[in-house]
């Protein structure tokens, strides 16, 4: 099995038009505030998290001297730069709903400036790998569970459609860097894990209780909602707990390219090679479901999300035009 992305191309989409000039409903996710406001809180991250990620793999770019992985750190900074654009775009909508988006962009901007003189180098780097490792993961399990954007507004679940596949593309970047240009060892790799790990969740706890109170919500319903939205994510076959195995993955010492899970379906756990890639496409046709990885989200995509049509590049920008 390989470890190595050879067999994905990463492809910085770019001039995508979500309408989003149009106006969204507030409870945009099926009229559920939990739900909604949870992406939401993961959106007022992005734009100042995306420029805190470049700024790690971009310290260490004078140093690669592989051509190739040049070219994936120039795509996945392209990339990147979209997703904050395009997020922006949707948080400016969020200040206009009253939510405390400029203070959470101040308050980000200072958090990474922190991070970024206090932690070395290669912490830094190993922060970012860690999130966007948490952040395929938690694209995985979107794909999986289709019930999620079911009754979305389809601009929104376009968007995440989008950056689900994007960041699927290239979450190997950082790590590539982190690995064989940074030369981390194993504890600075696992340690930026476990980090992120418990920060996030408890970051983005906070920013749906404070969305849901600016909403009208009491202090009552929201620990209701707060409790609701936690066992739809945390419970047995929730959101998250069918992709358990992905995020462990990132604790073994040697990170391989697929493995069979238990029920002999393919599990992608780092790496990817043209034989994942097989193994998917045979799964999907065979009306299998499996757990998605890099070069095989579009294809579950395509499986999973008719909105989008058969041609991954096209069907996003046709998807955005026809909103």
Not at 30 to 53: H, Q
Not at 97 to 126: C, Y
Request: positive net charge.
């Amino acid at each position: 099995m390989t470890t190595d992305f050879e067999s994905v191309e990463i492809k910085p989409r770019e001039r995508l038009d979500f309408k989003l000039d149009q106006g969204l409903p507030r409870f945009w996710n099926g009229g559920d505030p939990y739900k909604t406001r949870f992406f939401d809180a993961m959106s007022l991250t992005f734009p100042i998290g995306e420029r805190y990620f470049i700024s790690t793999v971009r310290a260490y770019r004078d140093d690669i001297k592989d051509p190739k992985l040049a070219a994936e750190v120039k795509d996945f900074i392209r990339q990147e730069a979209q997703h904050g654009m395009v997020h922006a775009q949707f948080n400016d909508m969020l200040a206009e709903q009253g939510m405390a988006v400029r203070w959470t962009e101040r308050f980000l901007d200072r958090k990474f400036k922190w991070q970024s003189h206090r932690w070395s180098k290669a912490f830094n780097l190993s922060y970012t790998a860690a999130a966007e490792h948490m952040t395929a993961m938690m694209c995985t399990a979107f794909v999986q569970r289709p019930d999620i954007f079911k009754n979305a507004d389809q601009r929104m679940a376009a968007i995440y459609a989008w950056h689900s596949i994007e960041e699927i593309e290239h979450k190997a970047v950082a790590f590539d860097v982190l690995t064989k240009v940074a030369k981390a060892n194993y504890f600075t790799r696992i340690a930026g894990l476990i980090y992120f790990s418990i920060e996030y969740p408890i970051g983005n706890w906070w920013g749906v209780n404070q969305m849901l109170k600016a909403d009208g919500f009491g202090a009552w319903a929201r620990a209701k909602m707060l409790l609701k939205g936690a066992w739809w994510l945390y419970k047995p076959g929730g959101v998250f707990m069918p992709v358990l195995g992905y995020y462990l993955s990132y604790f073994k010492p040697q990170l391989v390219g697929c493995e069979p899970d238990a029920e002999g379906r393919w599990f992608w756990c780092m790496g990817t090679g043209q034989d994942a890639a097989e193994r998917g496409l045979v799964a999907v046709q065979a009306g299998r479901r499996v757990h998605a990885g890099p070069g095989l989200l579009p294809v579950v995509l395509q499986a999973r999300l008719p909105s989008l049509a058969a041609q991954g590049d096209a069907s996003l920008r046709s998807l955005g035009a026809s909103l």
